[in-house]
């Protein structure tokens, strides 16, 4: 992906969703019915460069993908978007305008990816967050001008904890019921900005609310994402009718069994239902996917992309993974990578591509 994403590991992630609502101004591109695959990873492309490359991109075997958009003064809408400062659609004219003028024939499924960085508002700063909630809008804006399917929110904390209660109170002192409250809220007033501006939009969240669970004697204070509950809570109980929530489950990264997809999908559909504030909407509006990391640890045991033996899958591996996902997930299953890439630099090997159009054949 860009800068920040190549010091830490990006989690990004693209659920699955039954249907994509659309508003009259601008559709999206397509259906969304059936099994897709998205694309993601370290080569995440910008709007000049899918203009560029379009008719390349759309000879691999995905159906779509994550991006990321740079204003025409060269901000970062994903990196700079949780902050005080303020954007304007009219910044991302050129963006937007890459994408109309893109000769789209097969990826219907695109995604413009956002951030919660750098996350340097707080939780109870009110003019602050009237900036955060009116960028998200901005995103929405592009998205739906771009006449895209949706956002894909990272909520990785890769400046600031903003959801976890233990290190984020000695930024901005408070009680863990203080910060509940507040988060809810502003999950609320996020939700509806981006609805303002995007009625009908899917919404990919990278982590839904089995990370934000206690186990044994622990409190949801005292977990890495514990605040994220809450915030869940606020977008469910706001979101329109036609906006669908996706729960990314970035667990299935290194998946290997059929096993695992099941009892995954089981806890997102069900399991999760118990979890939330809002369950009929839940029921409702949220939907499961599966991401899979094509050259998973890639960071710490490498890639070879001569003798596949010494990764972490085969092709063969690879083919029999995604094809569980798509077997299980309510609609998407994306393909995350590093040094892999699809677009650039060392490009991922045929028996890879071949084995991942198989997988999709399969499910067609």
């Known amino acids: 992906m860009n800068d920040r994403s190549r010091r830490t590991r990006v989690r990004v992630a693209i659920g699955a969703v039954a249907l994509a609502g659309a508003t009259m101004i601008a559709p999206a591109r397509g259906a969304s019915g059936g099994k897709k695959l998205i694309e993601s990873g370290y080569d995440e492309p910008d709007t000049r ?4 490359h379009i008719a390349e991109m759309e000879q691999s075997p995905f159906d779509g993908l994550l991006f990321h958009v740079v204003s025409d003064h060269g901000d970062s809408l994903t990196w700079h978007i949780w902050s005080h400062k303020r954007f304007e659609r009219s910044d991302f004219d050129g963006a937007v305008n890459d994408l109309d003028s893109t000769r789209f024939r097969k990826f219907t499924e695109m995604f ?10 707080s939780w109870f700063d009110d003019e602050g967050w009237a900036t955060v909630a009116h960028n998200f809008g901005v995103a929405a804006r592009i998205a739906r ?3 895209c399917r949706g956002l894909v929110f990272d909520a990785e904390q890769y400046f600031t904890p903003l959801f976890d209660y233990p290190r984020i109170q000695k930024l901005w002192p408070g009680s863990f019921e203080q910060y509940s409250a507040a988060v809810k809220q502003r999950g609320r007033e996020w939700i509806r900005a981006i609805n303002a ?3 009908g939009v899917t919404l990919v969240m990278t982590v839904g609310y089995a990370p934000t669970q206690p186990h044994g004697l622990e409190k949801r204070s005292s977990i890495h994402y514990g605040l994220l509950a809450d915030f869940l809570d606020g977008v469910i109980e706001a979101m329109s009718p036609e906006t669908r929530v996706v729960d990314g489950w970035e667990a299935s990264f290194a998946y290997r069994e059929k096993n695992q997809f099941k009892t995954a999908y089981d806890t997102m559909r069900k399991k999760a239902v118990g979890w939330t504030a809002s369950p009929d909407r839940y029921k409702r509006q949220v939907r499961a996917g599966f991401g899979i990391w094509l050259d998973n640890e890639s960071d710490t045991r490498g890639w070879d992309a001569q003798d596949h033996g010494k990764n972490y899958r085969t092709p063969s591996d690879f083919e029999r993974t995604v094809s569980d996902a798509l077997a299980t997930t309510d609609g998407y299953v994306w393909i995350y990578s590093q040094k892999a890439r699809w677009w650039s630099g060392p490009r991922v090997p045929k028996a890879y591509v071949d084995a991942l159009a198989r997988a999709k054949a399969a499910h067609r």
């Not at 460069?49 to 560029?52: D, G, L, N, S, V």
């Open 49 to 52: 460069f899918i203009r560029a």
């Open 112 to 121: 413009l990816r956002v951030n919660s960085s750098p996350g340097d508002v």
């Open 145 to 147: 001008d771009g006449r």
């Open 197 to 199: 501006e995007f009625p």
